[in-house]
Each structure stands twice: as structure tokens, then as C-alpha cells.
């Protein structure tokens, strides 16, 4: 009996991986299909087209003109916006099934890495083409930035530099304003402590108290905030001494391409805060 329910469970999977296989191929496809369309239309100059209007003592042409403008393209129901910035090519991330289908029977985290164009409508922003995946990490340990960001971070900053060209008439400029995110994306991408450690607050100096096995931060005005040239300069400490200055464990990733300067850039997700 016990050998009857292991085959049946093998051939369960063998089909379940078969059919996300298909389905994974059947997505690829209409995505290039849907890629092609959007090149073929958005890089092709504005052209003039005709219709012929068949009227009862002959036929008349009307010529029609099209603009294919920007504006008129971003404020169309296109489903897919992409951007070759960043180019990711890797099957086992094709699809999302597959990769939690892979991590179900491991103790493995999975911690992604996504970029959104933050001037999107909603409704264009969260597809999943316009999210590029700038990098993913799979591992039986919480990530480690340096190791994770360092290369990614380097090829921002060169992008940076550069021009975005959209359109023969229209380049952007890519700007790092703000970071966001949970405490403990936070902690790990500024090198700071937890949220339940000393000196954990990223915008005052705040110590807290030990109190009944947990940490306690009770308001103390007037309030002393963090300011952004001490910021880097306790980091820096933090790195040569080895140990936490008034929470910073060492630099964090970010510092070379925020335009706005730490802490200031640290915008405070209050769906993860008390």
C-alpha cells in the first residue's frame, strides 16, 4: 500500500511539472508575442495611414494620421512597459510556481530584489512585466547585502550616469530618492541593528530600556534626531572599530547612489510600525 501511494505521488508531481513546464512555455510565448506588438508600435514614427470609404459614385481616400506621442502611450491600456535595463534570463524564475514548487520541500528563504517605475498609473505599475527583477536570493540564511547588492549596486550607479533613452525624443534620468520597506529589510540594507536592539530608531537617537524580557522606547523630548553627516560618520566607526555605534553595525549598500542623503531618505513604512 505504502509503495502504491509513493508512485501515485510521484506521478502526481511528474504531472504538476509538466503542466507548469506548459504553461510557463505557453506564457513565454504570449509575452514575446505581446513584446514584439509594443516595439513594433511604440518605436515606429508617427505615419500617416489611409481608408479607402467605398461610396456609391466611387471611392474616396481619407488620410488619417495617428500620433503615437508619449503621453498617448503611457496613458493607453498597455499591459507591458519594458525597459531592458536590467536583463534577466534564468528558467528557474520564469515562473513563480516553479520556483516556490522548488523551494517547498527545502528550508531555503527566498528574498527578491524588485524595481517598479514609481510614475506608473496603479493599474500599469504592479503587472508583472513593468516590475523589473533586478536580483533574487535564494540560500539557508538571511541575506547578506554587501554579497547580494555589491555588483547590483554598481551597475545602478552606472546606469545612473547614463541616460535612459525611451524614445528617439525622450530620456530619462534615473534618480534614487527614498528606501523603504519591513524592519528587517531595513536593518539589513542600512547595516543597523533590529528593531528590538539599542539605539534601534534610523531617525533619532533613542536607546530604549530593557524591561520584562522585551525593549521598550518610551518619547523623550526634546527629540534628538539623527543628522545625515553624523550618520555617515558612525557608520564609518562602526566599520573600523567593529562594533554597533548608537545602532550602525557599517555602511550600508545605498550610501553610493541615494541622491537624498541617509536618514533623511528613509521613508517610514507604517504598515510594519507601532
Known amino acids: 500500500m505504502d509503495e502504491q501511494i509513493r508512485i501515485a505521488l510521484t506521478n502526481t508531481k511528474e504531472q504538476y511539472r509538466k503542466g507548469l513546464g506548459l504553461r510557463k512555455e505557453v506564457r513565454?510565448?504570449?509575452?514575446?508575442?505581446?513584446?514584439?506588438?509594443l516595439i513594433d508600435q511604440y518605436q515606429s514614427p508617427p505615419v500617416q495611414d489611409s481608408r479607402l470609404e467605398a461610396k456609391e459614385q466611387g471611392q474616396q481616400q481619407?488620410?488619417?494620421?495617428?500620433?503615437?506621442?508619449?503621453?498617448?502611450?503611457?496613458?493607453?491600456?498597455?499591459?507591458i512597459i519594458r525597459n531592458d535595463v536590467v536583463d534577466v534570463e534564468n528558467d528557474s524564475i520564469e515562473d513563480d510556481n516553479i520556483l516556490h514548487y522548488y523551494l517547498q520541500d527545502?528550508?531555503?528563504?527566498?528574498?527578491?530584489?524588485?524595481?517598479?517605475?514609481?510614475?506608473?498609473?496603479?493599474?500599469?505599475?504592479?503587472?508583472?512585466?513593468?516590475?523589473a527583477l533586478i536580483s533574487i536570493w535564494v540560500g539557508y540564511t538571511?541575506?547578506?547585502?554587501?554579497l547580494w547588492f555589491g555588483k547590483i549596486i554598481d551597475k545602478l550607479n552606472y546606469i545612473k550616469s547614463q541616460n535612459i533613452c525611451v524614445s528617439p525624443d525622450l530620456n530619462y534620468k534615473l534618480k534614487f530618492f527614498g528606501v523603504t520597506g519591513d524592519c528587517p529589510a531595513i536593518k539589513l540594507i542600512l547595516d543597523f541593528v533590529g528593531h528590538g536592539g539599542y539605539w534601534c530608531c534610523w531617525i533619532c537617537y533613542l536607546k530604549g530600556i530593557h524591561v520584562d524580557n522585551k525593549r521598550q522606547y518610551h518619547c523623550e523630548l526634546p527629540i534628538k534626531h539623527?543628522?545625515?553627516?553624523?550618520?555617515?560618520?558612525?557608520?564609518i566607526q562602526a566599520v573600523q572599530e567593529n562594533r554597533d555605534i548608537f545602532g550602525h553595525r557599517g555602511v550600508g549598500v545605498l550610501?553610493?547612489?541615494?541622491?537624498?542623503?541617509?536618514?533623511?531618505c528613509i521613508i517610514i513604512d507604517y504598515l510594519h510600525c507601532t
Open 62 to 79: 481619407a488620410s488619417v494620421t495617428t500620433s503615437n506621442t508619449d503621453e498617448e502611450y503611457l496613458k493607453s491600456n498597455h499591459k
Open 142 to 146: 538571511e541575506p547578506l547585502a554587501n
Open 106 to 131: 527545502t528550508e531555503s528563504d527566498l528574498d527578491a530584489n524588485v524595481g517598479c517605475i514609481v510614475e506608473l498609473p496603479l493599474k500599469l505599475r504592479y503587472r508583472r512585466f513593468n516590475m
Open 226 to 235: 539623527r543628522h545625515s553627516e553624523k550618520y555617515l560618520q558612525e557608520s
Open 255 to 264: 550610501h553610493k547612489i541615494l541622491d537624498t542623503p541617509l536618514p533623511e
Open 28 to 37: 513565454r510565448a504570449k509575452r514575446q508575442q505581446d513584446e514584439f506588438k
